[in-house]
């Protein structure tokens, strides 16, 4: 990759965005045939009704591929024009090669770099704030960032306290590198925050790997522990991120978090003082698609009418390590 004559003068800005889910859709009321629990449970708890399951087939790699795709066609761009990718997912296709290289290959790109970045939950704003950092440096020109996993894969289907929590799908941004005026009117990415404590890996976390096992393993967790520290957490970067900008939070017009858990998201928009028809909700029909899960709400919300050209999207994130972010920019 080139270093350009825009470097440290543009902005990533967000050309496009697309998504893609399994076929399958699971209701909690299928959900109660698997494991002893309720749609009343899940709902109360969690604000989940459904999520989408990959079919044979579909996998991290397909989903990311087709989401990929989408994202290119509503940037009005073709896999040529792509120089970056960058592919959050904890649910590879194989250990090795990075999934990122396989869509590369499936879009028939040869040039530039792809790789994965493994921050669990909280991949799609890791890799955004990567994206962003490589192309205001004029190490890349037109990224593609996409968030994809298949979670049913490493889930243990006999443990109601994590199973009913999680979905598969993909979702996928085009980053180009813009010329603005660098003020708060531009379109693009004004300000990242990407954090981690790995203390707490124990908390939540997968028990195999090629390393150790020698298995794929069971994601385990202890959900108290989690929602303990997440609004915490997430709070604190969100109100980095509009610091940083010069902003205050009544200035976002959307706020796109990452969808764990209902009263995760309605405790950190209220922590901020961001009202609740400002927030992208859809776990109740995605449940937790983890780094899917912001690119899908904004795919959603974009095509559906609310996120418009101009507004002022925050979306953030909290998982596994723990690791957490958030990432602000004018869609
Ligand atoms: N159906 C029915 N009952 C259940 C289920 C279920 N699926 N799961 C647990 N229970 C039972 C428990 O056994 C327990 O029963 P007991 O009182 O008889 O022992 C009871 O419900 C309460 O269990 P808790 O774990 O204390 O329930 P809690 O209110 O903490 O809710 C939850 C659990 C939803 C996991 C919550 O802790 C949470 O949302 N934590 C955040 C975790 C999260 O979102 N993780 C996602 C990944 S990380 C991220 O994306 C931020």
Not at 21 to 35: E, F, Y
Not at 319 to 324: E, K, L
Request: net charge neutral; with cysteine; charged share 20%.
């Amino acid at each position: 990759m080139t270093q350009t004559g825009l470097a440290g003068t543009c902005r990533a800005v967000i050309a496009g965005v697309g998504s893609a889910l399994p076929q399958r859709i699971m209701t909690n009321a299928d959900m109660s045939k698997v494991v002893d629990t309720s749609d009343e449970w899940i709902v109360e708890r969690t604000g989940i009704r459904a999520r989408h399951i990959a079919g044979e087939g579909e996998t991290t790699r397909t989903l990311g591929l087709a989401a990929a795709r989408k994202a290119l066609e509503d940037a009005g761009r073709v896999p040529a024009d792509v120089d970056l990718i960058i592919l959050a997912t904890s649910t590879p296709d194989q250990t090795f090669p990075a999934t990122a290289t396989m869509i590369q290959a499936d879009l028939g790109i040869t040039r530039g770099a792809a790789f994965d970045v493994q921050a669990v939950c909280s991949g799609f704003v890791y890799a955004l704030a990567t994206a962003n950092a490589m192309i205001r440096c004029g190490q890349a020109q037109c990224a593609l960032v996409i968030g994809s996993e298949t979670f049913s894969r490493i889930l243990d289907w006999t443990d109601r306290t994590t199973c009913v929590l999680f979905g598969d799908g993909a979702g996928a941004v085009v980053l180009t590198a813009e010329a603005g005026s660098r003020g708060i009117a531009d379109r693009g990415i004004f300000s990242t925050r990407i954090r981690s404590d790995g203390r707490y890996a124990n908390k939540l976390y997968v028990d195999g790997g090629p390393s150790t096992t020698g298995t794929v393993g069971h994601l385990r967790m202890e959900g108290r522990e989690v929602f303990k520290h997440a609004v915490v957490n997430i709070a604190s970067v969100m109100e980095e991120t509009i610091a940083e900008a010069g902003l205050t939070p009544g200035d976002i017009d959307w706020f796109v978090p990452h969808q764990a858990n209902r009263r995760i998201l309605e405790g950190t928009a209220r922590k901020l003082g961001i009202s609740e028809d400002r927030i992208v909700m859809t776990l109740d029909r995605h449940g937790n698609t983890s780094a899917a899960s912001i690119p899908l709400a904004l795919d959603v919300a974009v095509k559906d009418g609310r996120i418009k050209r101009g507004d002022l999207v925050l979306m953030e994130a909290m998982g596994g390590g723990f690791t957490w972010g958030a990432v602000l920019a004018r869609y």
